[in-house]
């Protein structure tokens, strides 16, 4: 089977092209398989780009650990990219997500624009916040981003009374001058510290937003593997017209057999 990988500032994936409709079922085993770092091609999730019956693909996401995936935004602009790469596409695309119909835009530099779902919702819960933007999201803001334990303290609250049954992604933020903010995550289903994460840079810049009560604009996202934007609209108390944008780059392909 050919795959190809990408990457979306250092949130990598495992790539495959099934618009025929005949590529196999992957096993949980066989994607956990795929993601592992020491004995597979290593990733933190595997993406599949499947022929949509109305728009121009479909994206079926498994997590690392080889669950079923929500959605997920660095994901999503990888697979931009490879839809491209591939000739489906060229500049503009709609596509389909587990969480409806995304639409994106990719340039020559390989920036990938991806719509993101409304939010209707931001809970505070004491000092910390929680937002869905496709997937779960706990923020914890902090003063010392570095000095962080992320995945033993993301792992208490994913694994707490309240989200242990269906998890939660947990991210620390730290915010920055300029509409700006610093963050790391610990994502479920990779159970361990990602380099990047694209919902949990919207849901971090929106609670930013909240914060700080912008109506509308850009908040820069600093990730251990690169650089993210997000722009949004809030309109009576809800956030629409929300993008998620930053380079989404093709790192190798190559041949497995199972």
Same mark, same amino acid.
């Given at each position: 089977?050919? #795959?190809?990988?990408?990457?979306?500032?250092?949130?990598?994936?495992?790539?495959?092209?099934?618009?025929?409709?005949?590529? +196999?079922?992957?096993?949980?085993?066989?994607?956990? !398989? /795929?993601?592992?770092?020491?004995?597979?091609?290593?990733? =933190?999730?595997?993406?599949? $780009?499947?022929?949509?019956?109305?728009?121009?693909? =479909?994206?079926?996401?498994?997590?690392? =650990?080889?669950?079923?995936?929500?959605?997920?935004?660095?994901?999503?602009?990888?697979?931009?990219? !490879?839809?491209?790469?591939?000739?489906?596409?060229? @500049?503009?695309?709609?596509? $389909? &997500?587990?969480?409806?119909?995304?639409? &994106?835009?990719?340039?020559?530099?390989?920036?990938?624009?991806?719509?993101?779902?409304?939010?209707?919702?931001?809970?505070?819960?004491?000092?910390?916040?929680?937002?869905?933007?496709?997937? +779960?999201?706990?923020?914890?803001?902090?003063?010392?981003? *570095? &000095?962080?334990?992320?995945?033993?303290?993301?792992?208490?609250?994913?694994?707490?009374?309240?989200?242990? *049954?269906?998890?939660?992604?947990?991210?620390?933020?730290?915010?920055?001058?300029?509409?700006?903010?610093?963050?790391?995550?610990?994502?479920?289903?990779?159970?361990?510290?990602?380099?990047?994460?694209?919902?949990?840079?919207? &849901?971090?810049?929106?609670?930013?937003? %909240?914060?700080? %009560?912008?109506?509308?604009? *850009?908040?820069?996202?600093?990730?251990?593997?690169? /650089? /993210?934007?997000?722009? #949004? /609209? @809030?309109?009576?108390?809800?956030?629409?017209?929300?993008?998620?944008?930053?380079?989404?780059? !093709?790192? !190798? *392909?190559?041949?497995?057999?199972?």
């Amino acid at each position: 089977m050919k #795959f190809y990988k990408y990457t979306g500032a250092g949130n990598d994936f495992i790539l495959f092209n099934d618009m025929t409709g005949e590529m +196999p079922v992957l096993s949980s085993k066989q994607v956990q !398989f /795929l993601c592992d770092r020491h004995f597979g091609v290593g990733a =933190d999730g595997v993406i599949i $780009l499947k022929k949509s019956k109305a728009l121009d693909f =479909d994206m079926e996401y498994f997590n690392a =650990d080889g669950s079923g995936g929500t959605m997920c935004g660095n994901g999503g602009r990888c697979l931009v990219a !490879f839809a491209q790469k591939l000739g489906i596409i060229e @500049k503009h695309t709609k596509f $389909l &997500a587990s969480d409806g119909v995304h639409e &994106a835009f990719i340039n020559q530099r390989n920036i990938v624009k991806l719509k993101m779902i409304d939010v209707d919702e931001v809970k505070s819960i004491g000092k910390d916040f929680y937002c869905y933007t496709g997937s +779960p999201h706990y923020i914890i803001f902090v003063d010392d981003i *570095e &000095a962080v334990d992320v995945c033993n303290e993301g792992r208490k609250i994913r694994y707490s009374e309240t989200y242990k *049954e269906e998890g939660t992604n947990v991210n620390f933020v730290k915010i920055e001058e300029n509409h700006s903010i610093s963050i790391r995550t610990y994502e479920r289903g990779v159970e361990n510290e990602t380099l990047a994460c694209g919902t949990g840079s919207v &849901a971090s810049a929106l609670i930013c937003a %909240e914060i700080n %009560e912008f109506c509308s604009g *850009e908040v820069m996202v600093h990730t251990k593997g690169g /650089l /993210l934007k997000v722009s #949004f /609209l @809030k309109k009576d108390d809800k956030y629409i017209d929300i993008w998620l944008t930053g380079s989404a780059d !093709f790192i !190798f *392909e190559g041949n497995i057999d199972f």
